[in-house]
């Protein structure tokens, strides 16, 4: 077994959770960290041999940091439930554990949309995702794109886990407006001021770098609504912001 703990945060992902738990089946440790799905996730994760634990949700950082300290293992890797590791990410990662200079791993992630692929040669983000656990803590305080802050040494590959979770236009769109009020509601919090400026020009300046520079074109027809829904969510998180300082008592 693959010595490293994989933690899931999960609710209500039936449709997703074996595949996920497919690719982590090799782990020493795999815990499915569930907040009180209504479907069947908690038994199909059992029967695939997960730990499940029940936790009331915490927020997306919460939950996550809360499952990092269910890990037992030195290394973690996080996972959503819709998202699915390749052979190559299982052979990095064995190649990455053993190495003592290193602490912490960013992948390519793949985002299937329209049942498809993207473009080889289209630019993607890399996530943080493989850490040593001593190392590794979650901010509580963010509410919406949370990701691990790890003390050491990170280093990159242009190998890319696959993701599912935006294959739907209709799924998609219900995620941004959940996390653009999210994102509103942090910044409001930190006293962040709306901009006119930003709000004018945010939208426009997005489509431009999602459909040119990082190469949406590049996957056709595909790649111009998905350019225009990323664009619209930059404009939401800004609208939502000014809302918000508008509406305050």
């Known amino acids: 077994m693959i010595p490293v703990s994989v933690f899931i945060v999960a609710q209500d992902e039936a449709q997703n959770i074996e ?40 927020g997306y950082a919460g939950q996550k940091q809360f499952a990092l300290t269910q890990c037992t293992c030195d290394w973690v890797l996080n996972l959503d439930a819709d998202e699915e590791l390749t052979s190559e990410c299982i052979g990095i990662i064995k190649d990455t554990i053993v190495q003592e200079n290193v602490d912490a791993l960013r992948f390519i992630r793949n985002d299937i949309f329209m049942d498809q692929l993207p473009a080889k040669w289209m ?5 943080l995702r493989l850490y040593r656990r001593q190392k590794a803590h979650f901010d ?15 280093v990159r590959t242009d190998i890319a886990f696959t993701h599912y979770g935006y294959n739907r236009i209709d799924a998609l769109i219900t995620k941004n407006n959940l996390y653009s009020s999210l994102r509103a509601e942090e910044k409001f ?3 962040k001021r709306p901009s006119l400026i930003k709000l004018t020009l945010v939208l426009p300046l997005t489509f431009f770098q999602k459909y040119i520079l990082q190469g949406r074109i590049l996957n056709g027809k595909r790649g111009f609504i998905l350019a225009t829904i990323d664009a619209f969510y930059a404009f939401m998180k800004e609208a939502k912001l000014w809302e918000k300082h508008l509406t305050k008592p």
Do not use: C, M
């Open 123 to 127: 630019r993607k983000g890399n996530h």
């Open 140 to 154: 509580v305080n963010q509410k919406v794109h949370e990701t691990a802050f790890v003390e050491g040494k990170e």
């Open 19 to 58: 595949r996920v738990l497919r690719s982590v089946k090799d782990f020493a440790q795999v815990l499915v960290i569930d907040s009180g799905s209504t479907d069947n996730t908690v038994e199909l994760a059992k029967a695939a041999g997960a730990t499940v634990i029940h936790q009331p949700w915490l």
């Open 189 to 191: 919090a930190s006293n």
